[in-house]
């Protein structure tokens, strides 16, 4: 099968890859770029375990072709704490609230409740509930998450108020 | 000169047994840094994908390779044909069938495994099973349970047709029996109903359903064919027993085999069992000699790796007027598929069903359970729940609700009425279980009045005056649910795999000159958080921080035996065998202690973490010193070193108990339900770790709630699998999810060395009925007595139908 050479941004690095037309973006990054917090759950974009930012959205990633991606800018759970090393007021808060168990459905979880966030920086219960039902999880029944991401939403907007 | 530290800063820096510690899993879990199966990559490593049968019975007339052979990238495709000369073509089951590793000769469910591609990678694999050319004739399929022993029934099971028996549990009585298993006594029963005021009988069917976890099952196999090595890395909740089958049914000794449970994105029962995937990339491995993975989809998760329940419970309670249960029975019709994979102990092939007298005082009872064969899909493990204990409080909660409608009564007062009480501990069951602690009328009490169960009722009755009178078309249901789990499996004298490993589990502990620790375990954590827990047991009873502790397990090369995590059996049994073997090593300190500082151990006594010499408490050696000299100052006759190992074979199960109230408003008219509350009390004995207690109540009522509203894997008659993708697998988002309030009371497991029962099940055994009631119990008033589970809106709807209550 002929390849298409595809080249995007991931985590803030430049990369490029070879890739047949049908490659998944979810198989680009971990197949190919060996970034494996993106995780597979069900092929059939039910339940989020792929779940990474491109270009401003959240996207199942199982369910877009790599190709889609040429030229763009995409965030994973790995590109989530800062430059400094310190965490994500979601990673930190996810791990203050128990937030979750077996990690699988983690680093999609993450990488949503980010985006959630920057679209609304002050959701409420149910505005988190609907914001992250496109991932599922079979361990925590959501509670936790969703203390997790209002406790780092109120950080944020604290933080924020004081610079 | 240093301060030192205060007593309370010593407690808190131990992070020791009820302390809610953050979880050490964590940091790699929020980073993108778990290592799952499917994110190991090993050079040369190529991809296995299965050609499933499209057929639920049918012959296999011909299988034709060349065209998938031709395309780019596959390397091999390999059918029963090839597997017969190594005699891998069958795998025993835990049940003590076997199962068919590719189907031979004749195909008896859909989905089931046909050939295994192999190929450069998961794109070219999957070409290679659409090339593959399988000419099947189709047969009759068997897909009513009720029908598989009818006179005229096709057989299914060709290869043991004649067969007197399956797995040793006694003679079959047609071709698609598996087996018969009774309990209890059946003359002082029947007598129980003949004498009886009052009887009740109900069909509850308790559906066929999956655990399914987020991540499905996969594996990488790499035989060394030089040193005659094999390591497999799998999602396996119990490693061991995966490399003692492996030894059995291959020529390889055990000790070249190497089993590794690296991250599991969650198990629920799922993963205790051996699947064709894991055998195909083994065999395919020593082969080709070379890394081949394996990776299962959500729907070849869904539709062929092991189900759970299929249980169609005939129950029955005799009881007198007043409400004082004397008997209950139940035959059983359990629909086990096309081999027997029930994952149980070899002794009982219908599970732990005899906790079915749950928290009740019932005299007399007697049970009975037929397996048969169908056109299904293989199984029968417990989803998140000790062996068919879930099925086995279903049925009976449901009867217990049941009884109280036919005598009049309030559910919670008859639940009352006939609970043991906390002066018959020790509690034998008319079964012979013996129940080891609790105060089920007090935890009862609590629930509701935490509830406000009696305005509820109140509530629920105006409610239902104004259906009534045309005012209003909700109805309000109260689900109450008393419970009694058995859980840890399990006493080696009653419960064995494959009858040869006793149910015992491990742990061994190595503390370091440092004062620092790592410690191994026979069990493996799918997402239960032993790295933390296992850690805060080791710090209270060694003095040695939790952060200090490392935890390890899943590989079978370094790990000590054991039977690894299922029916909540890792506090009750790993959780033991780490406080026991946490005492050798403080016994061990403290004859080095007294040696050190010149006194008789005797004079020693222990505090927190460090041991003093009585009457003088400034002479001590903390554990960390003690360490230190532990590597090159010890008592004549002592070994140097600390380090200890326990094997602890449970001197009894754990009874992790519970009461469960759920509230549901239903429209009528769309038989939509909404859970407005659920309140949970459970009591698991000493509380390890009460964040993760609590996120596993979370959890596992989360799965209780996907259970009994929607989840099922259904048939058609034709033997199709229906529902077996996340499109219509009911897997609850956080939209749909209830909010839990939890709550708990403490009664210490009295044979267990720290009192800890065990709490990851509990919530689904508890959970499910709780729900069922409610749903059920909005309609008692109507006339409605039972409807089947999942209570989906048109199944609410049609029962409300059934009952006249819409047009």
């Known amino acids: ?163 | 000169m240093n301060e030192q530290p205060s007593r309370k800063e010593r407690e808190a820096a131990l992070e020791g047994i009820g302390t809610s510690r953050k979880r050490v899993e964590d940091p790699r879990f929020t980073q993108g840094k778990g290592n799952y199966v499917d994110d190991i990559k090993l050079p040369d490593m190529v991809h296995g994908d299965f050609v499933r049968s499209p057929y639920a019975h049918a012959r296999i007339k011909k299988i034709n390779k060349d065209a998938a052979l031709a395309v780019p990238g596959v390397l091999a495709v390999l059918t029963a044909d090839d597997l017969k000369p190594f005699n891998l073509h069958y795998m025993p089951t835990l049940a003590g069938d076997v199962q068919a590793v590719l189907a031979d000769e004749k195909v008896l469910y859909q989905m089931q495994e046909v050939a295994f591609v192999v190929a450069t990678d998961r794109y070219a694999a999957a070409d290679g099973v659409e090339a593959v050319e399988v000419e099947y004739d189709e047969l009759e399929p068997v897909i009513d349970p009720f029908k598989a022993m009818d006179k005229d029934a096709p057989i299914l099971r060709e290869d043991i047709k004649d067969a007197k028996e399956v797995g040793g549990h006694g003679p079959r009585k047609h071709p698609n029996h598996i087996w018969t298993w009774e309990a209890g006594d059946q003359k002082a029963t029947d007598k129980a109903f003949k004498d009886a005021d009052v009887t009740v009988k109900e069909m509850v069917s308790y559906q066929r359903c999956h655990a399914s976890p987020m991540e499905t099952a996969c594996c990488v196999a790499s035989f060394d064919k030089i040193n005659g090595a094999l390591t497999v890395w799998g999602t396996f909740q119990a490693p061991h027993v995966v490399r003692t089958v492996a030894a059995l049914i291959s020529p390889l000794p055990e000790h070249k085999i190497r089993i590794i449970s690296p991250d599991i994105g969650g198990g629920f029962g799922n993963k205790v069992g051996v699947y064709p995937g894991y055998i195909m990339a083994i065999a395919a491995t020593v082969v080709l000699g070379i890394p081949v993975k394996w990776v299962e989809d959500r729907i070849e998760n869904l539709s062929a790796t092991a189900f759970a329940r299929d249980y169609h419970m005939a129950g029955e309670l005799s009881a007198t007027k007043d409400g004082k249960i004397t008997g209950l029975r139940c035959y059983t019709l359990a629909d086990h598929g096309a081999f027997d994979a029930c994952v149980s102990a070899s002794k009982f092939p219908a599970g732990l069903f005899m906790i079915c007298t749950n928290s009740y005082d019932i005299p007399n009872a007697f049970v009975s359970v037929d397996g048969v064969y169908t056109n299904k899909t293989p199984g029968g493990v417990a989803y998140r729940c000790s062996l068919r204990v879930t099925e086995a409080i279903y049925m009976v909660e449901r009867m217990v609700d049941i009884l109280a409608q036919k005598l009049g009564m309030d559910p919670a007062e008859l639940r009352m009425k006939n609970l043991i009480k906390p002066d018959q501990f020790p509690y034998t069951t008319t079964f012979g279980l013996q129940y080891d602690s609790g105060d089920y009328p007090a935890a009862f009490k609590k629930a509701m009045k935490s509830v406000g169960y009696d305005a509820l009722r109140k509530e629920q009755a105006k409610k239902l005056e104004d259906f009534k009178a045309g005012k209003s078309r909700s109805l309000m249901g109260i689900g109450v649910c008393t419970f009694t789990e058995i859980v840890g499996a399990g006493p080696s004298r009653v419960c064995d795999i494959v009858g040869l490993v006793g149910t015992f589990d491990s742990c061994e502990v190595r503390v370091h000159p440092t004062g620092v620790a790592i410690a191994r375990f026979g069990t493996k954590s799918q997402g239960q958080a032993h790295e933390t827990t296992y850690a805060q047991i080791l710090s209270t009873e060694m003095g040695i921080p939790a952060a200090d502790i490392e935890i390890e397990e899943g590989d079978t090369d370094t790990a000590p035996y054991g039977l690894g995590t299922w029916g909540s059996r890792s506090t009750p049994v790993g959780g033991a065998a780490c406080a026991n073997a946490a005492r050798k090593v403080r016994a061990k300190a403290q004859k080095i202690a007294a040696h050190v500082m010149e006194v008789s151990e005797k004079d020693l006594e222990w505090d927190i973490d460090t041991f003093r010499v009585k009457g003088a408490p400034d002479k001590a050696m903390t554990m960390k010193e003690v360490a230190l000299a532990a590597y090159s100052n010890v008592p004549e006759g002592l070994e140097l070193g600390l380090e200890a190992v326990e094997y602890y074979d449970p001197p009894n199960f754990t009874f992790p108990y519970g009461a469960y109230i759920c509230v549901v408003d239903i429209d009528a008219d769309t038989g939509e339900t909404a859970i407005r509350s659920f309140y949970a009390l459970d009591d698991c004995g000493t509380r390890i770790n009460p964040m993760i207690i609590e996120g596993q109540v979370h959890g596992g009522l989360t799965e209780a709630f996907a259970i009994a509203m929607g989840q099922i894997i259904d048939y058609d008659e034709a033997g199709n699998v229906i529902g077996a993708s996340f499109l219509d697998y009911f897997i609850p988002t956080a939209v749909e999810t209830p909010i839990w309030t939890t709550d708990h009371t403490v009664t210490p497991c009295p044979h267990h060395p720290i009192g800890a029962k065990g709490v990851g099940e509990s919530p689904n055994v508890g959970g499910v009925p709780a729900f069922s009631n409610a749903v059920n119990d909005a309609f008692a008033a109507l006339g409605g007595v039972h409807t089947q589970m999942p209570h989906t809106a048109p199944r609410v709807w049609e029962h409300a139908k059934e009952l006249g209550l819409v047009a």
Not at chain 1, 26 to 45: A, F, Q, V, W, Y
Request: aromatic share 2%.
């Open chain 1, 1 to 163: 099968m002929a390849k298409t050479k595809v080249s995007l941004t991931v985590n803030g690095n430049e990369v490029e890859a070879e890739v047949d037309s049908r490659t998944l973006l979810i198989h680009l990054l971990r197949e190919h770029l060996n970034i494996t917090g993106p995780h597979i759950g069900c092929d059939t974009s039910h339940c989020g375990a792929c779940t990474v930012d491109l270009n401003g959205k959240s996207v199942k990633s199982c369910t877009v072709l790599a190709v889609q991606a040429q030229d763009g800018q995409v965030l994973t759970v790995e590109g989530m704490a800062n430059a400094d090393g310190t965490l994500h007021p979601l990673q930190q808060a996810f791990m203050d609230n128990h937030g979750l168990q077996c990690g699988f459905c983690t680093p999609g979880m993450l990488i949503r409740a980010q985006r959630l966030l920057q679209e609304n920086p002050n959701p409420t219960e149910d505005e988190i509930r609907a914001g992250i039902s496109g991932n599922l999880c079979r361990c925590t029944g959501y509670q936790n998450i969703v203390k997790a991401i209002s406790a780092a939403a109120q950080q944020m907007n604290m933080k924020e108020a004081a610079e």
